[in-house]
């Protein structure tokens, strides 16, 4: 996660004493006017409730402490930020409800989120539609940018409106095959899939690159990510000799999968991706010891560019923790931050009354270094950082075990 040089947030700033109301008059770009500045709403879209929320609270901390800073240094003259979240629940259909909710509001310049690829593939078109910037700090589904052509090396660009500050499952599926089978000395895994975006494209990345390594993949199934009951599964994996289970989806469904898969007596790793690195993972895992995730950047505890983020996020006094997006949240929010100020210093120090074309034009050109390191992004709108992190729960938490850029098999 990338460093700014931030100011200190006091507990004053984390009771709230820079929110901004709704009040005031609208300037002539149609923006709410809050005395001498104008507000600029950032929408926020996360599953805040439900089986996810630890990850999509996290997620919504983060955003709000970059628009604090933001305001509290006076980062762009003449505007305030102020953070707009809605909950998605994790539901496709919900998270489009909320995307015509942001775009019905004229203050939202942008939006940070969704937390779920298969959320995002019903939000993207409507943001096209309307010129509203989208980015996602965890959305991984190569599609959603490149499109499906990107298989067979066809990328296309899928809508001009969506960016993000994490990287592809293309990039973390290879990383994590060429983790087991390079570094982990594992030639067999059985795949399963939870038959979602994220899951099933993750899963599909590494089968492909693990078998061109060398590896085997001794069996495959799919599983309902809602069940909880999982032994008829782990009964077929114990015939296949396999000597890891390779999972593509999420830490509620990953958890129960890995303790019973322990309990039937296969002492033998659970690994997925960013959908199960999450502290709510061990926790849900009697069993977890030894289990293995990848997750996008370095870990912030070890960047000296996340060092003020993680001391403003503890004085800011969050009740959740920041989680695995913490960082691309906040660097994803202050993408959009960055745009404004582009698009305000391109007007003669206003807010333009185009607002939405203006931060979308400038998003191309924001280049700044974040909590998570360096910020760009390429001709698709995906993130130029593609390092990774593989992690094994060690004493009932994760513990990072290897970052750097995959091998591609």
Wanted: proline fraction near 3%; hydrophobic fraction near 35%; charged fraction near 25%.
């Amino acid at each position: 996660m990338r460093q700014r040089s931030i100011i200190a947030i006091t507990a004053v700033l984390a009771a709230g004493s820079l929110t901004l109301t709704a009040c005031g008059s609208r300037d002539e770009g149609g923006n709410s006017s809050n005395g001498d500045k104008t507000t600029v709403v950032i929408g926020l879209d996360a599953p805040l409730t439900g089986d996810l929320s630890a990850l999509g609270l996290g997620m919504k901390n983060s955003a709000d402490l970059a628009a604090k800073t933001a305001n509290k240094e006076e980062f762009v003259k003449g505007v305030e930020f102020k953070i707009e979240s809605l909950d998605d629940q994790a539901q496709p259909s919900v998270g489009q409800q909320n995307a015509q909710k942001f775009i019905s509001n004229k203050d939202v310049l942008g939006v940070v989120g969704p937390l779920n690829s298969s959320v995002s593939q019903q939000m993207q078109k409507p943001f096209n539609d309307a010129g509203l910037t989208q980015i996602s700090p965890a959305n991984t589904g190569t599609e959603l940018t490149q499109g499906d052509g990107w298989k067979t090396g066809d990328s296309v660009r899928q809508f001009k409106t969506f960016f993000r500050t994490a990287t592809t499952d293309e990039i973390q599926g290879a990383f994590a095959a060429d983790y087991l089978y390079n570094q982990a000395k594992i030639k067999k895994v059985y795949l399963i899939d939870d038959q979602k975006t994220y899951g099933a494209g993750l899963a599909a990345s590494f089968k492909t690159n693990f078998t061109k390594f060398g590896g085997q993949i001794v069996g495959s199934d799919h599983i309902n990510p809602d069940d909880r009951d999982f032994n008829a599964v782990v009964a077929k994996i114990k015939k296949t000799g396999a000597e890891a289970l390779y999972y593509g989806g999420e830490y509620p469904a990953a958890a129960p999968l890995s303790q019973q898969l322990k309990d039937s007596g296969q002492n033998i790793p659970l690994m997925g991706g960013d959908g199960i690195y999450s502290g709510e993972f061990p926790k849900l895992n009697k069993k977890a010891e030894g289990d293995l995730a990848t997750s996008v950047g370095e870990p912030v505890e070890k960047l000296d560019s996340a060092k003020t983020f993680i001391k403003n996020y503890e004085a800011a006094g969050y009740e959740d923790a920041y989680e695995a997006y913490g960082g691309l949240t906040y660097d994803a929010t202050w993408a959009i931050i960055e745009a404004v100020k582009l698009a305000v210093e391109g007007n003669d120090g206003k807010v333009p009354s185009d607002g939405r074309k203006a931060v979308l034009d400038a998003m191309a050109k924001v280049k700044f270094d974040g909590v998570t390191g360096a910020i760009s992004f390429d001709e698709f709108g995906d993130t130029t950082n593609h390092t990774m992190t593989a992690y094994k729960v060690k004493s009932n938490a994760w513990a990072p075990e290897f970052s750097g850029e995959p091998k591609l098999g």
